[in-house]
T-cell receptor, first 117, second 112 residues
Framework: GAVVSQHPSRVICKSGTSVKIECRSL??????MFWYRQFPKQSLMLMAT?????????EQGVEKDKFLINHASLTLSTLTVTSAHPEDSSFYIC?????????????FGPGTRLTVL | KNEVEQSPQNLTAQEGEFITINCSYSVGISALHWLQQHPGGGIVSLFMLSSGKKKHGRLIATINIQEKHSSLHITASHPRDSAVYIC??????????????FGKGTKLSVKP
């Protein structure tokens, strides 16, 4: 199956710093990439949807100035958490979408665990 | 409102048992994913289906579009199957193609 990678897998940073997370589709060109956040013992929540070359669409309640998404190519999307605070500590997961006969199939990255001290 | 509900929330089984996890959704969907999340957090997509039944090894997924219901079955369960299983649906609403709505997950623990 298709492979999606994320980097880094784990990051610890100080409050006030910015953190960049990369999401790459390794063996296919992704029409769309999605960013999710998961707090402990909770379900995944969609943060934003990004298409290559256009601005990301953010879900209600997600601050676009805090969570900067850049979708530079059909195989790379980045999420930058700016001025991170402890409440931003979470598990961030990306997925990359590929069109198949009946819709979009999503392939998930392994996730990035962010801890803000 | 588009909703996905899973049951049970927690499931403990003995090795070798047949396991069923259920998922129901509120309105029409274009497709449904079954995902597996291990304790480290990484997610693996097990199945994506829009009708009928799919099988991969000891895993079987079925979906009944009319009843708005899907099931994930694990035959001859093994401790390595212990994980959280998540149902996620792609709903038929405009402008959100590909967006998934997730169930809360079923935490499966298989005892040796």
């Amino acid at each position: 199956g298709a492979v999606v990678s994320q980097h880094p897998s784990r990051v610890i940073c100080k409050s006030g710093t910015s953190v960049k997370i990369e999401c790459r589709s390794l063996d296919f060109q992704a029409t769309t990439m999605f960013w999710y956040r998961q707090f402990p013992k909770q379900s995944l929540m969609l943060m934003a949807t990004s298409n290559e070359g256009s601005k990301a669409t953010y879900e209600q309640g997600v601050e676009k100035d805090k969570f900067l998404i850049n979708h530079a190519s059909l195989t790379l999307s980045t999420l930058t958490v700016t001025s991170a605070h402890p409440e931003d500590s979470s598990f961030y997961i990306c997925s990359a979408s590929r069109i198949w006969d009946f819709g979009n199939e999503q392939f998930f990255g392994p996730g990035t665990r962010l801890t803000v001290l | 409102k588009n909703e996905v509900e899973q049951s049970p929330q927690n499931l403990t089984a003995q090795e070798g048992e047949f396991i069923t996890i259920n998922c129901s959704y509120s309105v029409g969907i274009s497709a449904l994913h079954w995902l597996q999340q291990h304790p480290g957090g990484g997610i693996v997509s097990l199945f994506m289906l829009s009708s009928g039944k799919k099988k991969h090894g000891r895993l079987i997924a079925t979906i009944n579009i009319q009843e708005k219901h899907s099931s994930l079955h694990i035959t001859a369960s093994h401790p390595r199957d212990s994980a959280v299983y998540i149902c996620a649906a792609i709903f038929n609403y405009g402008g959100s193609q590909g967006n998934l709505i997730f169930g809360k997950g079923t935490k499966l623990s298989v005892k040796p």
